[in-house]
C-alpha cells in the first residue's frame, strides 16, 4: 500500500475517532448544536422550580456528521491514490 494512500485511509480514521470523541465529551446531543442550556433550579425561599439557561455550547448531531463527511472524503481519496508501477526497461 502506497504511504499517500495509508496517510488517507489513517487521517480519515483519526477525524471520524476526534469529532466522534468530542462530540461525546462535550455532551453527545442528538439534536441540533445549542449555545444556551437549560437549567433547572429551586428558589430557596418558595420551593418553586424555575429554568435558567447557562450559556455552554453543546455539539449536535450535525458536528458528527460534518466530521463524518470529512473522514468519508478522506477516506474516498485514498480510493483514487495509485501505487507506482514498476517501469519496465526498454531493449
Not at 448544536?33 to 420551593?47: A, C, F, I, M, Y
Request: charged share 15%.
Amino acid at each position: 500500500m502506497p504511504p499517500a494512500k495509508r496517510l488517507l485511509l489513517v487521517s480519515g480514521l483519526f477525524v471520524l475517532a476526534a469529532t466522534a470523541g468530542y462530540w461525546a465529551a462535550k455532551g453527545a446531543h442528538t439534536g441540533w448544536s445549542q449555545n444556551r442550556v437549560p437549567v433547572s433550579k429551586t428558589d430557596e425561599v418558595t420551593g418553586i422550580v424555575f429554568t435558567t439557561y447557562a450559556d455552554r455550547f453543546v455539539p449536535g448531531i450535525e458536528v458528527l456528521g460534518a466530521g463524518g463527511l470529512a473522514a468519508t472524503c478522506l477516506m474516498v481519496a485514498a480510493i483514487f491514490v495509485r501505487s507506482k508501477k514498476p517501469s519496465s526497461p526498454h531493449s
